[in-house]
């Protein structure tokens, strides 16, 4: 009975960790400190490799906890964290990744329990390896810490920053989920993957049955906010999504699809660049996405 419980919840873990890419992180990035216990690496920057989350040996996840523990706390804090990302391109595909999220904190070190959602300054410049290159480069941080009685995690904070970029291959590194940079007949493809579990499989047991209900039900209200906005006078196209207007896109993405997909969700955007029109109106370089901001505090 349990070996299924924790065969179906492993499952499912592995694709929430793929889906919000974690999978692509440093090991130190993924923390779990559900529990008290020895402190955990802080990220160490640089180029994000795969996570080998439910290796033994040098994963970051807290020893302490058991399996199925470490199975229930990730649910936790996906089932109570906020994720908003709204990519800014301008006409020579520099531009930046506004982010919004608020995330459940460790009760005594006011640490961000999900790893690889950064709740300090500091934290967001290791995470992206922003080192004052000029590649990279931080904008606007701000953060406010709340507190929800009703929540099982009731020390939590909200997130926003801004982080500059000069090309648009750093989406790799920036955007969360599986993500591909690439130029197709003189288009700009960004192709991002979410996988998922898979579903679940037909010959479940009635415990692993009622747990991925539950998954469910957990998740049913939580979703990614995802939109792109590029140059109003390019064409945009996107395989799933609502358009908001010229050169715009929104995707909501359910976190519960996570669980009940037999295939990833994948966002597929095309930009094709256009010359300005000459008929453009007066504010058309209002309307236009400043290339590469230069005063940052990444770049100081």
């Known amino acids: 009975m349990f070996a299924s419980l924790y065969l179906e919840g492993k499952t499912i873990v592995q694709s929430l960790e793929k889906a919000i890419g974690a999978d692509r992180l440093p090991d130190d990035c993924l923390r779990l400190k559900a529990t008290g216990g020895a402190d955990t690496a802080s990220c160490s920057g640089g180029r994000p490799k795969r996570s080998r989350f439910w290796s033994g040996a040098g994963t970051a996840v807290h020893r302490a906890m058991s399996p199925f523990w470490m199975i229930a706390a990730l649910l936790l804090f996906a089932s109570c964290f906020e994720y908003e990302e709204n990519l800014f391109l301008a006409p020579n595909y520099s531009g930046y990744v506004d982010y919004r999220y608020q995330v459940p904190l460790q009760a005594e070190s006011g640490e961000s329990l999900v790893g690889f959602l950064p709740a300090t300054r500091e934290g967001v410049r290791q995470r992206f390896g922003i080192s004052g290159d000029g590649e990279l480069s931080l904008q606007n941080f701000q953060s406010e810490e709340v507190y929800i009685p009703d929540e099982r995690f009731a020390r939590q904070k909200k997130v926003?920053?801004?982080?500059?970029?000069?090309?648009?291959?750093?989406?790799?590194?920036?955007?969360?989920?599986?993500?591909?940079?690439?130029?197709?007949?003189?288009?700009?493809?960004?192709?991002?993957?979410?996988?998922?579990?898979?579903?679940?499989?037909?010959?479940?047991?009635?415990?692993?049955?009622?747990?991925?209900?539950?998954?469910?039900?957990?998740?049913?209200?939580?979703?990614?906010?995802?939109?792109?906005?590029?140059?109003?006078?390019?064409?945009?196209?996107?395989?799933?999504?609502?358009?908001a207007g010229p050169g715009k896109i929104y995707y909501d993405l359910p976190l519960e699809g996570t669980v009940n997909r037999k295939n990833p969700s994948v966002w597929r955007i095309e930009i094709k660049a256009n010359p300005m029109p000459e008929d453009a109106p007066g504010n058309a370089e209002e309307l236009s996405i400043p290339e590469y901001p230069v005063d940052s505090e990444g770049a100081r």
Do not use: C, M
């Not at 989920?177 to 898979?198: C, E, H």
């Not at 009635?206 to 747990?211: E, G, M, Y």
């Open 160 to 243: 926003k920053y801004r982080i500059t970029f000069r090309k648009p291959e750093a989406l790799e590194t920036l955007l969360l989920g599986q993500t591909r940079v690439y130029y197709l007949d003189q288009r700009l493809v960004i192709q991002r993957s979410f996988p998922t579990s898979g579903g679940l499989k037909e010959d479940s047991g009635r415990i692993a049955q009622n747990f991925h209900k539950y998954v469910e039900d957990t998740l049913r209200a939580r979703s990614l906010k995802l939109s792109i906005t590029a140059p109003w006078y390019y064409n945009v196209y996107a395989n799933v999504g609502a358009t």
